[in-house]
């Protein structure tokens, strides 16, 4: 007689083994990977001005075309991700945006880098809400709050070797080095993960004709047991969730809880993509040294570490709430970035902070949407949540090309840049207070406790 195993018990059951670790190193790669890529414009942006003899301002189509690529294949990736599998998209999508940030350090017009960044953000896209799914959904409940955010700090390391880089081999090796070190290395790891990356066994679990995929995944997974061929596996929670559709999305307390994280998103990384970008430039214009401006945008990803740090240890004990605190001390952090009188020293502490808060805010966020949906809309929640949220972050890039082009003063540029970051605050309350009603509880899951709800 054939053994039955309910998926969702028999990923929650298992231990942390190698097979787990394995996953979270090869995401954390991948996701390095991405963070160096989406960064290392913002270091090569002065030169590039220079070199094509255009103002900063200029500069604003350059720096958000990989963003209208993200904001297309993000919800399309991520929709062909709960249709085909995670695994797929995530290996094409790292080697497409691969080849073309290496193509854009041999690229001389400024059209031809808006084209490439654009097709790579295509492939960086599909690589967020996939990665976030899959390991949402190989994960044990208990750790997958904590595996998904350190998974996700991988962009912030990455974001901080981009500086790293740029300090020490800008000078002389080029702009050029940016693009060629970002184009090799995710073409490594995206040949890397075809031979080590594991498929989600809850979405094979629903896919026809995956038995074999499914049966060797679930071996790896769990070494423990004696899995036999006609062993079944089944998901309750695909049958609760009754459709794959994306009103679903919407469905109870949903059709709240989506548009707030939908708000989270947007203004975490406007702010985000604001500082990360136009930081080099902003400093530039009044007269800060290039290697001063780049340790000080060094500082703020490394803090965005320690943010990732804290929710990952904070995320499984408050919940949402843990955004809500990010926001609330991101608004002063950014604020503060303006006051040129604290010297380079607390200005870098500062920066660190507004790191902290800011990208651990955008680490919550990541986390939160691949917690609350069920497995077959996860990849479309995340993947329009990212969508969604790249209105903030092509609007960041753009609103601060326009700002270096007005007559303010450094303090003011970072006063109105915290504004908006209050949204987020109110937003966050919200959407806290009603994950706490759809799961009776502070902790995220992909299960409400009340599916009337």
């Known amino acids: 007689m054939s ?42 942006a002065p030169e590039l001005t220079r070199m094509w003899g255009v103002e900063r301002s200029a500069m604003g189509p350059v720096l958000s075309a990989n963003l209208w690529g993200i904001f297309i294949g993000a919800p399309l990736l991520g929709w062909l991700g709960d249709r085909y599998g995670r695994r797929p998209l995530i290996i094409a999508g790292t080697l497409l945006y691969g080849c073309m940030t290496l193509l854009m350090a041999f690229s001389t017009t400024m059209e031809q880098m808006i084209a490439l960044r654009f097709i790579a953000g295509i492939g960086i896209g599909g690589i967020m809400p996939n990665t976030i799914s899959l390991n949402s959904e190989l994960t044990p409940k208990k750790f997958r709050s904590t595996l998904i955010v350190l998974m996700f700090m991988g962009i912030t390391t990455g974001s901080t070797a981009v500086g790293l880089v740029a300090k020490y081999l800008l000078p002389t090796h080029g702009w050029q080095i940016l693009f060629q070190a970002g184009g090799v290395l995710p073409l490594v790891v995206g040949v890397c993960l075809y031979f080590a990356l594991p498929e989600s066994l809850k979405l094979l679990s629903t896919l026809k004709g995956r038995r074999t995929e ?15 061929d006609d062993a079944v596996f089944t998901n309750e929670q695909q049958s609760a969730a009754g459709s794959s559709h994306v009103r679903e999305l919407f469905r109870g307390s949903l059709a709240l809880i989506t548009p707030l994280l939908w708000v989270c998103f947007v203004i975490a990384l406007m702010a985000n993509f604001f500082l990360n970008n136009t930081l080099p430039l902003i400093y530039d214009k009044y007269g800060i040294p290039a290697v001063e401006a780049a340790n000080i945008t060094t500082m703020y990803h490394a803090g965005g570490i320690v943010g990732g740090i804290i929710v990952s240890l904070l995320l499984d004990r408050i919940g949402f709430t843990v955004v809500a605190l990010m926001f609330l001390l991101g608004v002063p952090a950014v604020m503060l970035l303006g006051t040129d009188s604290l010297g380079f020293t607390m200005l870098a502490g500062v920066a660190g902070m507004a790191g902290v808060m800011i990208l651990g805010a955008q680490f919550g966020n990541n986390a939160a949407a691949g917690l609350i949906y069920p497995t077959a809309v996860r990849g ?69 406790a009340n599916h009337g709800r």
């Open 3 to 44: 053994v039955t195993y309910q998926v969702n018990e028999f990923v929650d059951d298992q231990k942390i083994s190698r097979f787990n670790i394995q996953l979270l190193v090869w995401s954390f790669l991948t996701m390095f990977a991405d963070g160096f890529d989406l960064n290392s414009l913002g270091f090569a």
């Open 214 to 228: 499914l049966l060797a995944t679930a071996r790896r997974m769990r070494p423990d047991l004696a899995i036999a």
């Open 380 to 448: 479309k929640g995340v993947g329009i949540a990212l969508s969604i949220g790249r209105f903030g972050a092509i609007a960041g890039p753009t609103v601060g090309a326009i700002m270096l082009g007005m007559d303010m003063t450094l303090q003011t540029l970072f006063l109105l840049a915290g504004l908006p970051i209050l949204i987020g605050l109110v937003a966050s309350i919200l959407l806290a207070w009603l994950c706490y009603r759809r799961f009776n509880s502070v902790l995220l899951d992909d299960t409400p």
